[in-house]
């Protein structure tokens, strides 16, 4: 379940219902409200559907940088468990050893940079384009103004709190595997 999901679930309360549910008796009353928001009947497509364009966009662009950097990760692993497995002969495999760990410590600074880049990028487009965004109360419907603004608001932090999450996920993979990387260089470097 997203995080997103659990911390944004206290305002999907329906604010025209209510009218329904105080007919109710306790037992009932709870049966629906446990039904109705269940968090598994939360559809990631009904956010997916309430995203601007650019956020969208955006969206994708933090997808590719996620399996970018699992693909970076996974292959930083198997460089380090290369490194730890006995070498073969030593004249031969000392130079490509050494290039190999300069360019892997390469690909892990950019990566970092990457993934604070990625970070930057949603912050500045959830504050430009969808905070501004939660605040349109356009509709002839029943509900007020002020509902209106906490159902959207509850729509954009969902959305923020998984990204987030994600971020989050991929800086701390970064960083397990690449201090693990650097402790192995260092027993590596003073073998070669």
């Given at each position: 379940m997203p995080l997103g999901t659990i911390l944004s679930l206290w305002c999907l309360i329906p604010t025209n219902g209510h009218d329904r549910?105080?007919?109710?008796?306790?037992?009932e009353k709870y049966k629906e409200?446990?039904?109705?928001?269940?968090?598994?009947?939360?559809?990631?497509?009904?956010?997916?559907?309430?995203?601007p364009f650019i956020v969208k966009i955006d969206s994708l662009f933090l997808l590719l940088i996620a399996i970018y950097s699992l693909y970076r990760l996974?292959?930083?692993?198997?460089?380090?468990?290369?490194?730890?497995?006995?070498?073969?002969?030593?004249?031969s495999g000392r130079s490509i050893d050494l290039a190999l760990i300069r360019?892997?410590?390469?690909?892990?600074?950019?990566?970092?940079?990457?993934?604070?880049?990625?970070?930057?990028l949603f912050g500045l487009l959830f504050f430009v384009f969808q905070m501004p965004y939660a605040f349109t109360t356009?509709?002839?419907g029943t509900e007020t103004?002020?509902?209106?603004?906490?159902?959207?608001?509850?729509?954009?932090?969902?959305?923020?709190?998984?990204?987030?999450l994600m971020l989050l996920m991929l800086h701390s993979l970064r960083w397990i595997v690449s201090s693990w990387f650097y402790r192995v260089r260092d027993t590596s470097i003073i073998h070669l």
């Open positions: 549910l105080e007919n109710l008796n306790p037992s409200l446990t039904t109705f928001y269940h968090p598994l009947n939360l559809d990631p497509r009904l956010i997916w559907r309430e995203l996974v292959h930083t692993l198997v460089i380090t468990y290369r490194l730890r497995s006995p070498a073969a002969p030593a004249t360019a892997t410590e390469g690909h892990l600074t950019s990566l970092s940079s990457l993934n604070l880049f990625a970070f930057y356009f509709g002839d103004g002020s509902s209106i603004i906490l159902r959207q608001l509850c729509v954009q932090f969902t959305y923020a709190a998984d990204v987030f």
